[in-house]
C-alpha cells in the first residue's frame, strides 16, 4: 500500500542524524518536523527567520505570529532564535545546513530537480529552494511518485524548469527510497506492499534494481 504524506516524511525523518541544522520545504517535507527521534538533538532552520522549530502546535496553542516559510503556524523550540532574512540565508549560503528536505513536480535520474514553477500555473515561488540545493551538505527530496494524471515523477530528464543541477542525493516517495546512482534511480527501499514491479511501472527514468529489495521498517 502506498504510504500517505506522514508515511512519507516519518521515512525521512530516519535519515535525521544528532546535531544536523535542516531546514525543511514547502508542503510534505514540513510534517517531518513532527517525527523527529526522541533521541536525537536537531535544530530545523526555516527561511523567513527562525532558529528552533518545534513541531506543529494544537489548535489551543497556535501562535498566527508564528510561522514557518510555508506560512503554517508552527512552535518553538527552548533556546529558539529569531532574525531577519538576511541572516538566514547567510546561513544557508554559508553551507551551515546538513541537511535540506524539499518537495518536488519532477526529479531527474541524474538527480536535477524542478520544484519551483509549472509554466501557467500559479504557484507560491521558488523561496529559498534555489539557496539550498546550491549550498546544503545533503538534499532529500519528499514527492509523490506520479502526479494527479498518474505520470512519473521520476524521470529520465526534467521538462519543467530547474532548480538545482546534479544536487539531489536521495528521493523518498510514497511507493519507494531511491538513491541517485551514476546510471539511474538505485532502489534502495519500497514501501510496505508494493513490489518492485510496481515501482518500475511508476518510474520514467532508468531504475537500478540490484538484488532483493527490502521494505521500509516505519
Known sequence: MA????????RIAQELKDGYYVNLGIGIPTLVANYI??????????????LGIG???EKEKVDPDLINAGKQTVTAVKGASFF??????????GGHIDLTVLGAFEVSETGDIASWKIPGKLVKGMGGAMDL?????????????????????LLKKCTLPLTGV????????????LDI???????????????????????EGNLIIDGDIPEMKL
Open 133 to 153: 540545493v546550491a549550498s546544503a551538505k545533503n538534499i532529500i527530496v519528499a514527492t509523490t511518485h506520479t502526479n494527479r494524471k498518474g505520470e512519473s515523477k
Open 37 to 50: 527521534p526522541e533521541n536525537i538533538e536537531v535544530i530545523l532552520q526555516s527561511e523567513n527567520g527562525l
Open 3 to 10: 504510504l500517505d504524506k506522514n508515511g512519507i516524511a516519518k
Open 55 to 57: 513541531p506543529f502546535p
Open 181 to 203: 546512482a551514476e546510471n539511474g534511480f538505485k532502489l534502495i527501499e519500497r514501501a510496505p506492499g508494493i513490489s518492485v514491479e510496481e515501482i518500475k511501472s511508476a518510474t
Open 84 to 93: 531577519d532574512s538576511a541572516v538566514s540565508f547567510a546561513m544557508i549560503r
Open 166 to 177: 546534479a544536487c539531489v542525493k536521495r528521493i523518498v516517495t510514497d511507493l519507494a527510497v
